[in-house]
């Protein structure tokens, strides 16, 4: 039985690649953060107690700022494969605690490839790259774009890149980086713009909310369906070599787009519910991202199914649904019709 262990697999990405990696017969174990409130709530549907015989998904406490801890982890799990995607994830909040996210995005990752290395692991690492990390180059940005970070989250996230290809050219450690763009589901942190307005959407259409405050409306990103994009990790992982590949849909969209769906999907106006709050303008703002993922279709097969408005209504529809509202209904429609089961949470 394979064994993976996952950083942030409370997070959005690591609870769908706990399911795909359970669906393929691992065994996984995800490190979690001790807080005094349960934060389990995306994983909650697939954990068994550890009592239980068969139980294969395994928690344990750790912190990306504890080296040694991370050094005692690795080297009592041994697994066969690390999906490194914890970290402060949010870009906007870089701007306001840059240090703390140097340490827990940056530094973190030199942690655990460093205790990867003492302990003699053979593990496959995985680095979850972020397509921030382009910030002003302009689109289309693929694998040879040169980095031009915006923000204290893109200048972490480059200097983990650079230390993941770095322990794979010292050490010969099968380490690839994952650059990511924009990948939002019903499971997206609700501080996320994305999330943010499927949440409002469906509050306003419940009658408990009226207005949404936003920032900037004119910034365009790749977006794609988080579910389909851990595939992709996973697929990174199974190439015969460490590598680094670019994953997105090839498509930008604003966030004013964004609006227009969502709220057109529920029959309302957006102009009639959104006002603009400069505190959500960041410092420095990355303007267009757009993927060039042509290499991943090449080399790993990976192509997305969701396109841009089929996510806007799989979410506005979970969320309905979590609103105690009966959501239009294309958005479960829509992934079963591109074969994602919709049984439990979406």
């Known amino acids: 039985m394979p064994k993976a262990l996952i950083t942030g697999i409370t997070g959005q990405d690591g609870s769908y690649l706990a399911e795909l990696l359970l669906s393929k017969g691992y065994e996984v174990h995800g490190v979690i953060r001790r807080a005094s409130t ?97 910030g002003a180059s302009p689109p289309p940005q693929n694998e040879k774009t040169p980095f031009y970070p915006r923000s204290p989250y893109g200048a972490a996230k480059v200097y983990s890149y650079w230390v993941a290809v770095n322990y794979r050219e010292a050490y010969g450690m099968f380490a690839s980086n994952g650059v990511l763009f924009n990948h939002e589901s019903p499971r997206r942190g609700e501080t996320f713009v ?41 697929r990174i992982l199974q190439h015969d070599r460490g590598d680094d590949f670019v994953v997105g849909t090839g498509e930008s969209h ?28 960041r410092p420095t703002e990355v303007e267009s991202l757009i993927a060039d993922a042509s290499r991943a279709r090449t080399v790993l097969g990976w192509e997305p199914k969701i396109a841009f408005r089929e996510l806007v209504r799989i979410m506005v529809d979970a969320d309905m649904e979590e609103e105690g509202l009966v959501p239009p209904g294309e958005g479960r429609k829509i992934l079963e019709a591109k074969g994602f089961p919709t049984a439990g949470k979406l």
């Open 38 to 134: 349960f934060n389990t709530g995306r994983i909650d549907h697939i954990y068994v107690d550890p009592h239980v015989a068969g139980a294969r998904l395994l928690l344990h406490y750790g912190d990306l700022a504890d080296s040694g801890q991370m050094t005692n982890l690795i080297y009592n799990v041994q697994p066969d494969e690390i999906y490194h995607l914890g970290a402060q994830s949010h870009v906007r909040v870089s701007f306001d605690i840059p240090e703390y996210t140097g340490d827990v995005t940056g530094l973190g990752t030199t942690r655990i490839l460093e205790a990867l290395r003492r302990s003699n692991g053979k593990a496959r690492y995985y680095q979850a790259s972020s397509s921030e990390m382009f």
């Open 194 to 234: 994305t999330r943010k307005i499927t949440r409002a959407v469906a509050a306003i259409r419940g009658g408990r909310q009226k207005e949404l405050f936003l920032g900037n409306l004119d910034a365009r990103r790749d977006w794609g369906f988080a579910r389909e994009y851990v595939e992709a990790m996973w």
């Open 254 to 281: 604003s966030v004013k787009e964004f609006l227009e769906e969502a709220f057109a999907y529920v029959g309302l106006d957006w102009k009639e519910h959104v006002k603009i709050d400069p505190r959500y303008f």
